[in-house]
T-cell receptor, first 113, second 111 residues
Framework: GAGVSQSPSNKVTEKGKDVELRCDPI?????LYWYRQSLGQGLEFLIY????????KSGLPSDRFSAERTGGSVSTLTIQRTQQEDSAVYLC???????????FGDGTRLSIL | GQQLNQSPQSMFIQEGEDVSMNCTSS?????WLWYKQDPGEGPVLLIA?????ELTSNGRLTAQFGITRKDSFLNISASIPSDVGIYFC???????????FGQGTRLTINP
């Protein structure tokens, strides 16, 4: 499709397990963002990739969170040793040049039991 | 860090009423964006504003980039049930590469 694609759409896992969330950005978009959204809350910035530059990891809440972007396209957000407070919707967005709007995927709803 | 103050946090209106929400900041922004999020979906871009004083419409939606560059508002005229959702403002300052988001306005419409 033409939009940002995220998978899985839903993930339920036990506390302590590792999870990987995937984002396929819009083709040609050089910027990729990850956000976290708790129930009924706003968007919490996690990490930002722009082209080949070093990512901005300033929003990652702990060292259990990491992300990579391979080949300037697909990105994977990894959460190690998940905790219940990690339960949220994880949204990915991509954008063109700096200053252009971001376009969002529908998110991955993560539930930690 | 930079923050956007979005108000109101929630609105309960009757179908057919007009709606107004706004975002303010202590910082100057070069770009203002308004998004809408439906349940279970990601935010969808409604309107993008790039110049101070700019007034842009998208159907029944109208948004303005404040002349001081520190605020923006979104109006919805003649609300309909499908307008229900959460509306987010977002801004970008000069030289920055990350959007700053408001906390959202939850719109509920009584038929």
């Amino acid at each position: 499709g033409a939009g940002v694609s995220q998978s899985p759409s839903n993930k339920v896992t036990e506390k302590g397990k590792d999870v990987e969330l995937r984002c396929d950005p819009i083709s040609g978009h050089t910027a990729l963002y990850w956000y976290r959204q708790s129930l009924g809350q706003g968007l919490e910035f996690l990490i930002y990739f722009q082209g080949n530059s070093a990512p901005d990891k300033s929003g990652l809440p702990s060292d259990r969170f990491s992300a990579e972007r391979t080949g300037g396209s697909v990105s994977t957000l990894t959460i190690q040793r998940t905790q219940q407070e990690d339960s949220a919707v994880y949204l990915c967005a991509s954008g063109g040049r700096v200053g252009q709007p971001q376009h969002f995927g529908d998110g991955t709803r993560l539930s930690i039991l | 860090g930079q923050q956007l103050n979005q108000s109101p946090q929630s609105m309960f209106i009757q179908e057919g009423e007009d709606v107004s929400m706004n975002c303010t900041s202590s910082s100057i922004f070069n770009t203002w964006l308004w998004y809408k999020q439906d349940p279970g979906e990601g935010p969808v871009l409604l309107i993008a504003l790039y110049k101070a004083g700019e007034l842009t419409s998208n159907g029944r939606l109208t948004a303005q980039f404040g002349i001081t560059r520190k605020d923006s508002f979104l109006n919805i005229s003649a609300s309909i049930p499908s307008d229900v959702g959460i509306y987010f403002c977002a801004g970008l300052t000069a030289g920055a590469q990350k959007l700053v988001f408001g906390q959202g306005t939850r719109l509920t419409i009584n038929p």
